[in-house]
């Protein structure tokens, strides 16, 4: 099956510090790992191959309805801080031929991994939060008949993860 993401990239940096002049190629696979890894396990397989036929459907747009809904308001503010969560563990770093190595700029300083911890820590807090909205919205009445795949998931399926926890983020 074909794949697409459920957000673009300007869904990042419009919503994100991530600046407008990072490459696309350094971060949106990091956005494909936490909409495989983390949406998928909230939706379900079903419901998420749903809504990625739908996109590749309609040639990276998604159609007005419920489903267009879901992702706008639910989907996407989530999917954006899971994918700065998975992605900011990297940013400063690169892999070539020579290796591994570090990024730097004459006029900068590099951040500690304690302060990185904390920025992936207040990414990872409105995750939750954002996790616990879809999941209250997906088990309140009436959204079995606008979205049955979130149901209908069998045997080898990822079936929807229904408990997430919310972890506020603290100052030490």
Not at 46 to 63: A, H, R
Not at 113 to 125: A, F, P, T, Y
Not at 156 to 171: A, E, G, M, R, S
Request: hydrophobic residues 35%; negative net charge; glycine residues 6%.
């Amino acid at each position: 099956m074909a794949k697409a993401l459920f957000i673009k990239r300007d869904d990042i940096t419009k919503n994100t510090s991530l600046s407008g002049s990072v490459d696309s190629n350094k971060f949106l696979q990091y956005v494909q790992i936490a909409q495989e890894i983390h949406i998928q396990n909230l939706l379900g397989t079903s419901l998420y191959e749903k809504i990625e036929t739908l996109i590749i459907d309609g040639n990276g747009v998604m159609p007005n309805g419920d489903y267009k809904n879901l992702v706008d308001d639910y989907i996407k503010p989530l999917l954006i801080h899971f994918g700065m969560v998975e992605y900011l563990a990297f940013a400063s770093n690169s892999i070539s031929n020579a290796g591994v190595y570090k990024h730097s700029i004459e006029t900068s300083e590099t951040v500690s991994k304690e302060e990185i911890d904390l920025i992936v820590g207040k990414h990872k807090s409105y995750a939750d939060y954002y996790s616990n909205r879809l999941i209250d919205y997906l088990c309140t009445s009436g959204t079995k008949s606008r979205f049955p795949e979130y149901y209908d998931n069998t045997e080898d399926d990822i079936h929807p993860d229904k408990q997430v926890t919310y972890t506020p983020w603290n100052l030490r």
